[in-house]
């Protein structure tokens, strides 16, 4: 063991002294135990930021408290949080022989990279810290480590580490990945109780989901499983197709590109420079004109035509302001009006049709007015709406951002003012027409829930998936009607009639019918009323009262309900306040009170955006009404659009989907005396949203503000380039 420990520092320290191009050219992916890395050891690196994997392996591990199974299932998954910081967790389902039990166990796992800053450095490897099976008062997997790692070769990399155990990884540890082809890496490492050798295959990204396929096929040299597969599947969070890190790398002093594969850097040698030029010849030598005459360009009968000289206003369509406001109406905007003050185009809209992003709908909507020629207009102010209610207006000048709108490079975005502030009307001529007014225009809302219980005593992966229909009815400004429906669909027979969890299986029902009537009070703040069936047999109030101070960064919320649910009363208080990072789509929360289930605490939260893709961290601090037991659970949740990227238009009736849609999984902590093993308490520290929730049908998921906008001008000129010959 020692002799391997040793080997395994030495070839790591004579691996640093070599000269590095740079140390991220390989992707890192995830190994059989649900960190990046080799096949049960971690390399230095973090998954690439901004993707979410998904891992199932066969592997039999060897439990220090029961011994090797007959058979084992692991599900895994990780989250690239950041360019240097990781979070996952995995799922253990194993069988012993008699009388040692099953295993059916839940853990968390984290891995912090100095990556992003040692990479700038030539010489100096990159070096990670990590835990697996965090927290609960029950392990199986648990360890803690320390790792380096260095890639002497684009295609090579090199990593070793010490970890404390005391479950797994408890010593010395190392590996090599060598990436032979683009879609083949070859793996072998040592996890402190095995050697193990393997294959990692990569298929291209498939056709319409920039997701890609994984295939691990591993073998334990000192173990009698044998062949041990694993199938994974990778997800870009944003569902963009991006580049690789690394890639068409070239050094500052001249040197070739980092080949990143092995065949790569051997077929690149047999690569010869291009033959110098002729000494009579020079790079600064002026082109020789070649005469051609003018009939040869001029076919018969015809007449070449005369260019037009390159200016901005070339794509600009003369009309007027009903043309242009028939132009809006056109493209589904409903609430539509434009008018005139001065030289300043005034635009106001409601956009119920572009649903992954506010931002998608100010590109649309400056594209067209940009397209339009209106009088004699110099300044646009665009006035944005929600249930009829005026929130935001963005200014800006109007050939400024005609030109960057229709540039065929990326330039700077124009000067943008975005207010929550709203300029008089005053003297402002509104054109009298049509203005395809939103009201008493349903829209149904149909998406799938589910309901899970995971790695339970009696199951694996129990569940119900119901279909929601959610009716919403304009009524007037501010003011909505809603009534959903749950019908269950499918569940799993421990949700059966008299099985262990048949409390889980409810029938389909009406489970919300409820009036709601927004109150914008000041710039930034607005109530939000609602009374009715909150849920299924719950009925009374649900109130918010939203305050979003200066550009957004700041956000206080206080939420009350009061309800009867067959003769009890429920009473819920809760203040909340949100600090958002717009640059980095990064947002912390925090919210303390008394929850729906009645018991009384705290929940902070870490949201983290990657397009309209979501990742949250939550960890929640509650005691229970009843007996008084204090809970310590913390949980991932993921939201994302569940809808196209543009739904149909109103007419009559408008069918979408969902715009956030949620799936959130927690675990037990430690430090809880309640907690003797990984228990989780069901429905603790749970917010009651209204269904026409401020944050999201007002405030798009809370990015509609000055920060959000002004960080992310970019999506609103991709929208146009995106849409405009779709309108």
Known sequence: ???????????????????????????????????????????????????????????????????????????????????????????????????????????????????????????????????????????????????????????????????????????????MELRAYDWVTLLGDYDTRNTNAGVRLIAPALPYIPARLTVTFSTPVQHTQGLVISGGLNIPLDFKRSTRHGDASTMASGKPPV????????????????????????????????????????????????????????????????????????????????????????????????????LDAIGVVAGIVSQTAVNDAEQLRLVIRRKGLALLQIETQLLPLRNWLEASEPTNAPTLIVSQKLTSEDGVNFVAGNDNPGRLKPSVMVYPSLTTLVGTEYGVFDYQLSIRPELQLPLWRGATGVARWDLPVAWSGNLDSGQVYASYHTPAQLDRLMFFQALPLAPGLVANLGGGKILTTTNGMLNELSWTLGGGMNRVKVLQSWGRDSGATRSVLLGS???????????????????????????????????????????????????????????????????????????????????????????????????????????????????????????????????????????????????????
């Not at 299932?73 to 389902?93: P, R, W």
């Open 259 to 358: 080949q990143r594969t092995l065949w790569g850097a051997l077929t690149a040698r047999k690569v010869q420079p291009p033959a110098p030029m002729p000494s009579s010849q020079s790079n600064d030598a002026e082109p020789v004109p070649v005469m051609v005459p003018l009939d040869s360009l001029v076919k018969a009968g015809t007449v070449m035509p005369v260019p037009k000289p390159i200016s901005p206003s070339n794509n600009v369509e003369p009309g007027s302001l009903e043309a242009l406001r028939d132009r809006l109406v056109k493209a589904g905007f409903v609430n539509v009006r434009v008018g005139l003050q001065g030289k300043t185009l005034v635009v106001e809209y409601e956009n119920i049709r572009y649903n992954h992003s506010e």
């Open 1 to 175: 063991m020692k002799l391997r420990a040793q080997a395994i520092l030495v070839l790591l320290c004579l691996t640093i002294g070599r000269g590095l191009y740079a140390q991220a050219n390989q992707d890192s992916a995830l190994s059989l135990q649900g960190f990046s890395g080799i096949l049960n050891t971690p390399n230095a690196h973090v998954q690439q930021e901004g993707t979410f994997d998904l891992l199932y392996s066969n592997q039999e591990d060897k439990f220090p408290k029961v011994g090797v199974p007959k058979w084992e299932d692991n599900y895994l998954f990780s989250v690239g949080l950041f360019n240097f910081a990781e979070v996952g967790g995995s799922l253990t389902n194993a069988a012993f022989v008699p009388p040692a039990s099953a295993i059916r166990h839940l853990s968390m796992n984290w891995k912090l990279s100095t990556d992003p800053l040692t990479s700038r450095f030539r010489f100096s490897p990159a070096l990670a810290v990590g835990m697996q099976d965090v927290g609960g008062q029950t392990h199986f997997i648990e360890t803690k480590y320390v790792a380096g790692s260095v890639d002497p070769l684009g295609w090579l990399r090199v990593s070793a580490g010490y970890g404390l155990g005391p479950d797994r990884m408890k010593g010395a540890f190392g590996g």
């Open 577 to 727: 306040y949100r600090f958002f990072l717009a640059h980095h789509d990064l947002a912390f929360e925090g919210t303390a009170g008394r929850f729906w289930g009645q018991d009384t605490g705290s929940m902070v939260s870490m949201q983290r955006f990657f397009g309209d893709t979501s990742v949250s961290l939550y960890f929640k601090d509650t005691v229970t009404p009843n007996d008084s037991k204090r809970w310590l659970q913390a949980g991932i949740q993921l939201e994302f659009p569940l809808t196209p990227r543009r739904d149909m238009k109103a007419r009559p009736i408008q069918i979408r989907g969902n715009e956030d849609w949620s799936y959130a999984q927690e675990t037990g902590i430690a430090s809880s005396s309640a907690q003797s093993a990984n228990y989780i308490e069901p429905n603790l520290a749970t917010v009651p949203e209204p269904t026409q929730a401020l944050s999201l049908y007002f405030y798009d998921r809370e990015r509609l503000n000055a920060d959000y906008i002004l960080s992310h001008t970019e999506r609103i000129r991709e929208a146009w380039r995106f849409f405009r010959n779709r309108l």
